[in-house]
């Protein structure tokens, strides 16, 4: 059983070596070393993930200026995606 509080610990670990990085949950995994075989705990280890990183960012950042609100920026590009083209055939394709 993985804690929340070992997840963020790990976070942290990262955001310390490299505040820019972008941590995911299989860096999460591997340094746990452990898997995630039915990824059904993958959604909560993003939501930890993006929490801390905005924790940690907020105690780092001198001026409100310099705060980048991570999940306004995620919700943006999620946006974006939506609209594209996904990797699959388009519904007008018909098998013969």
């Known amino acids: 059983m993985i804690t929340d509080k070992e997840i ?14 972008l941590v995911v949950p ?9 898997r995630a ?10 939501d930890i993930i993006v929490k801390t990183t905005e924790n940690y960012h907020m105690q ?8 980048i609100d991570v999940r306004a920026r995620l919700a943006t590009l ?8 996904r990797e699959r055939r388009s519904t007008s394709h018909r098998a013969a």
């Open 8 to 21: 963020e610990e790990i976070v942290l670990g990262f955001l310390r070596a490299d505040p820019w990085q």
């Open 26 to 34: 299989a860096m999460v995994y591997r340094e746990l070393e452990r």
């Open 37 to 46: 075989k039915c990824s059904g705990c993958v959604p909560n280890v993003v």
């Open 60 to 67: 780092q950042a001198r001026t409100p200026g310099e705060l």
């Open 78 to 85: 999620k946006s974006k995606r939506i609209g594209g083209r």
